[in-house]
């Protein structure tokens, strides 16, 4: 799917700018100058709208950025790798607080709740992607169901946003324009692949490594990413990341196993090394074909979280795809 743009030269903001995000109502009178963000996506999105100059802290992560990003995120302040206290983020003074998912500021906050923040005079935004057509109250493992499936459009509707709340329309627009060139080229690379028959899996971690490992749902990024490159997700949930046994995906007999990177350290399943052993060794995964082919793919985990990283992701994957179609 690839995304639409408006012809038009983009607009400088015309302050007062009241947007409607998730449900709440944020009205902006300047551009924010003091931001904490709450989330790797967040983070990386502000980088890549150059607005790195803003970030007084941040938090959430599952990985280092990526090269493009290494010089404009090296001085960072890093508040804590996964969730910080409500004191951390306030102690920076900020006006604005970015979170990429609502469990961490919603109403039942982890960090805080949006009302906790604003009685400081802090304003806050949600992902789109992590409210828009979806439950974000009924939770399987914090990750919760999608009503709709998800599309890059999501992404694209806050870049929009956060572009006219800092007033820089015009570097949104610009970097709309090149993630939907770089997904148009990775789908004329992969037409040229045979992937429609193609089963895929996507095992992002798990509580217990011999449990039931977390696998993407058929709703969620990874769906978009399966359908962008024509392959068949053998998940059918609209949970995003539902706890699925081994032996229902071994008897799937995916083709494809893509294998989540990341440095945060949670659970046992976090390390991807420890998951790799895992599906070599274990009597019921090491049998499976995608394993014994050693067609096996590790993305970020980022690129698999609703984010800038799900084209990521489709390069990557896309690339894969072809070399494995090329082996002998």
């Not at 408006?6 to 302050?15: D, E, I, P, R, V």
């Not at 490159?229 to 083709?255: F, Y």
């Not at 949670?266 to 019921?284: I, Q, S």
Request: charged share 20%; with cysteine.
């Amino acid at each position: 799917m690839l995304l639409s743009f408006s012809s038009l030269a983009a607009a400088s903001t015309n302050y007062p700018q009241t947007l409607d995000n998730c449900g709440h109502t944020e009205t902006f009178t300047q551009p924010p100058t003091r931001v904490v963000t709450i989330g790797q996506h967040e983070t990386e999105l502000l980088l890549a709208l150059g607005l790195q100059n803003k970030i007084v802290g941040t938090s959430v992560w599952f990985g280092s950025l990526p090269k493009e990003f290494k010089d404009s995120g090296h001085a960072l302040n890093r508040l804590a790798n996964n969730a910080p206290s409500f004191e951390a983020v306030v102690a920076q003074n900020p006006d604005l607080v970015l979170a990429q998912y609502s469990w961490h500021v919603g109403p039942q906050g982890e960090v805080a709740t949006r009302e906790q923040f604003e009685k400081l005079g802090i304003k806050t935004w949600i992902s789109p992607a992590d409210c828009m057509g979806k439950s974000v109250t009924e939770r399987s493992n914090g990750d919760g169901a999608r009503t709709t499936p998800y599309t890059l459009d999501y992404i694209k509707s806050e870049i929009s946003d956060i572009s006219k709340i800092f007033d820089v329309s015009d570097r949104g627009e610009k970097l709309e324009r090149a993630l939907a060139s770089r997904i148009s080229h990775a789908q004329r690379e992969t037409e040229q692949v045979k992937t429609r028959h193609l089963k895929v899996v996507y095992w992002f971690s798990s509580s217990r490594l011999k449990g039931d490992p977390w696998v993407a749902g058929s709703n969620g990024a990874p769906g978009w990413i399966s359908k962008t490159l024509g392959i068949q997700n053998i998940i059918d949930s609209n949970d995003e990341w539902p706890a699925v046994t081994w032996e229902h995906i071994a008897e799937s007999k995916p083709d494809i196993i893509v294998v989540a990177d990341m440095e945060r350290r949670l659970y046992p399943a976090d390390d991807v090394a420890v998951k790799l052993a895992f599906l070599k060794n274990d009597p019921v995964t090491r049998e499976m074909p995608a394993v014994k082919e050693g067609h096996i793919i590790v993305v970020p985990a980022m690129s698999l979280n609703p984010s800038l990283r799900n084209v990521d992701a489709v390069e990557l994957i896309g690339n894969k795809i072809s070399t494995f179609n090329n082996q002998p």
